[in-house]
């Protein structure tokens, strides 16, 4: 909700669109049911996610499971599939899996990143930008 209000001075450069559902109070999201159908009647140039967990074996995960269904319907819904996920998250695994590395194009993650679990994740096809 927030990031939508923040995204609204970009419009109508391009669309802004927030799925409708249940509020999550501690997360700030909408999941299921109404948010899951909007998801599931539309298609993305470019989705951004973020994640309780990145790691080079689990994937990506999150820290609860309706926000990880709503994120996998997401990612099914985009072209290009971009992470953001600050560097406490490397390394981490969070109880609910979202997807493998393979189906992500992009990480951006904080200088204050691991570089040896950054060069990992590097090594298993991930590709990171380190933001400044």
């Not at 559902?21 to 996610?49: C, M, N, W, Y």
């Not at 994937?59 to 600050?86: C, F, S």
């Not at 695994?93 to 493998?100: D, E, H, K």
């Amino acid at each position: 909700m927030r990031t939508a209000l923040e995204l609204e001075p970009a419009l109508p450069r391009f669309a802004v669109v927030v799925t409708g559902g249940s509020l999550r109070r501690q997360q700030h999201s909408l999941v299921d049911p109404l948010g899951g159908k909007a998801i599931e009647g539309i298609r993305v140039d470019t989705v951004f996610i973020g994640c309780g967990g990145v790691h080079p074996d689990v994937g990506i995960t999150n820290v609860n499971l309706p926000d990880a269904e709503m994120k996998q319907r997401m990612l099914r819904a985009a072209g290009r599939r971009i992470v953001v996920a600050d560097s406490s998250k490397l390394g981490a695994i969070g109880m609910a899996p979202i997807c493998p590395l393979s189906e992500i194009d992009l990480l951006i993650t904080g200088e204050p990143a691991d570089p040896a679990t950054v060069a990992v994740l590097r090594d298993r096809g991930l590709k990171v930008e380190i933001a400044a």
